[in-house]
T-cell receptor, first 113, second 113 residues
Framework: QQPVQSPQAVILREGEDAVINCSSS?????VHWYRQKHGEAPVFLMI?????EQKGHEKISASFNEKKQQSSLYLTASQLSYSGTYFCGTSDGSGGSNYKLTFGKGTLLTVNP | DTEVTQTPKHLVMGMTNKKSLKCEQHMGHRAMYWYKQKAKKPPELMFV???????INESVPSRFSPECPNSSLLNLHLHALQPEDSALYLC????????????FGDGTRLSIL
């Protein structure tokens, strides 16, 4: 089942912060975050496993609330290079679905000077 | 540059043609994936190979035929495609299970005339 991402789009000025949310109606085993720039391949940002952990990657961090079946991606002090479409991908980790990621519709982030 | 190499980058074919997409990785990954991505949409999983065996087929039409000759190579054979099959086809690989990052290739942009 496809996770729901919000917002669909966000426009920032350089240096501003943003939060992108990802929620599922099913219990989650893991949440992946990827960024895709126009005409390029999706690039891995981070993975969160069930357990309510929070991870950081430079000025980009994420949290995972297993009970609420939600994950949030936090972008602080945004840079022009952060522009792109952010996808969350979720897995319920059950049996043969171990490898299966279902991606949300994406959030288009635009950072302006 | 990505560590997953896909060829060709662009492909135009008629509905009666037979062609193949190729994907190669040398990271020692044991899981490989084919995704289809339409413009402004998320990647949609088509097939997953795990240790060179087909693990997941997401009810993909038989005009798409995957093949994994060895742990480094993944092919997608195309035959009698329809115009709606025009899309970006992405290959990805990961170490093994779902809690590992997926590394995407740049994709093959396919157009069906």
């Amino acid at each position: 089942q496809q996770p729901v991402q919000s917002p669909q789009a966000v426009i920032l000025r350089e240096g501003e912060d943003a939060v992108i949310n990802c929620s599922s109606s099913k219990a989650l085993y893991s949440v992946h975050w990827y960024r895709q720039k126009h005409g390029e391949a999706p690039v891995f940002l981070m993975i969160l496993l069930k357990g309510g952990e929070q991870k950081g990657h430079e000025k980009i961090s994420a949290s995972f609330n297993e009970k609420k079946q939600q994950s949030s991606l936090y972008l602080t002090a945004s840079q022009l290079s952060y522009s792109g479409t952010y996808f969350c991908g979720t897995s319920d980790g059950s049996g043969g679905s171990n490898y299966k990621l279902t991606f949300g519709k994406g959030t288009l982030l635009t950072v302006n000077p | 540059d990505t560590e997953v190499t896909q060829t060709p980058k662009h492909l135009v074919m008629g509905m009666t043609n037979k062609k193949s997409l190729k994907c190669e990785q040398h990271m020692g990954h044991r899981a490989m994936y084919w995704y289809k991505q339409k413009a402004k949409k998320p990647p949609e999983l088509m097939f997953v190979y795990s240790y060179e065996k087909l693990s997941i087929n997401e009810s993909v039409p038989s005009r798409f035929s995957p093949e994994c000759p060895n742990s480094s190579l993944l092919n997608l054979h195309l035959h009698a495609l329809q115009p709606e099959d025009s899309a970006l086809y992405l290959c990805a690989s990961s170490q093994d299970r779902s809690n590992q990052p997926q590394h995407f290739g740049d994709g093959t942009r396919l157009s069906i005339l």
